[in-house]
């Protein structure tokens, strides 16, 4: 139980264009999920916390007009990286919480952005 | 702001050696903290979780505990094995379920 998956795994694309990244909780509901990006040796940080139904809410220091976050129902949210340059290119992680369930964070496999 | 410790950065060990992961924080009002471990290029898989009025938590081989007022937690492994390999990571939980990672400690276990 408490699988999260990711699509795509990996994805590589031209500078300027715009990438969908997407998560979803596979055999639970999350209206809770949240969205991670680890750069080469570095740890995971936080980029959103992202809602079923509400806006997301972005950590101090990244763009919400840059990573639009849409969480439309209670098994799936959805990342954009609009105008993809090649600093965006990192390993994208998402994490669900379990509704009604305990406070524990499960991990998607993540995703692998390479902007060329 | 929280800032997350983890040491060592990095351990090599041969099969079967105990072993004590270090993990502190900066900021002692968390909910609960998780060890997580990665493999390279993928995603973490969720060790254990303990809450912040518990000590510790146990899972097989993993022990994981916690003192909440002096930012510390640790991960035992017992008999380490070669699976066992891989990055292990601590996030305490902080307001609004925000976990904050360390840089995370690299495990080799060898033949």
């Known amino acids: 139980g408490a699988v999260v998956s990711q699509h795509p795994s990996w994805v590589i694309c031209k500078s300027g264009t715009s990438v969908k990244i997407e998560c979803r909780s596979l055999?639970?509901?999350?209206?809770?999920m949240f969205w991670y990006r680890q750069f080469p040796k570095q740890s995971l940080m936080l980029m959103a916390t992202?809602?079923?139904?509400?806006?997301?809410?972005?950590e101090q220091g990244v763009e919400k007009d840059k990573f639009l976050i849409n969480h439309a129902s209670l098994t799936l949210s959805t990342l954009t990286v609009t105008s993809a340059h090649p600093e965006d290119s990192s390993f994208y992680i998402c994490?669900?919480?379990?509704?009604?369930?305990?406070?524990?964070?499960?991990f998607g496999p993540g995703t692998r952005l390479t902007v060329l | 702001k929280q800032e997350v410790t983890q040491i060592p950065a990095a351990l090599s060990v041969p099969e079967g050696e105990n072993l004590v992961l270090n993990c502190s924080f900066t900021?002692?009002?968390?909910?609960?903290l998780q060890w997580f471990r990665q493999d390279p290029g993928k995603g973490l898989t969720s060790l254990l979780l303990i809450q912040s009025s518990q000590r510790e938590q146990t899972s097989g081989r993993l022990n994981a505990s916690l003192d909440k007022s002096s930012g510390r937690s640790t991960l035992y492994i017992a008999a380490s094995q070669p699976g066992d390999s891989a990055t292990y990571l601590c996030a305490p939980s902080g307001g609004g379920n925000k976990l904050t990672f360390g840089t995370g400690t690299q495990l080799k276990v060898e033949l």
């Open positions: 994490s669900a919480r379990v509704n009604g369930g305990r406070v524990e964070q499960f």
């Open positions: 992202s809602n079923e139904g509400s806006k997301a809410t972005y």
């Open positions: 055999d639970f509901q999350a209206t809770t």
């Open positions: 900021d002692s009002a968390i909910y609960n």
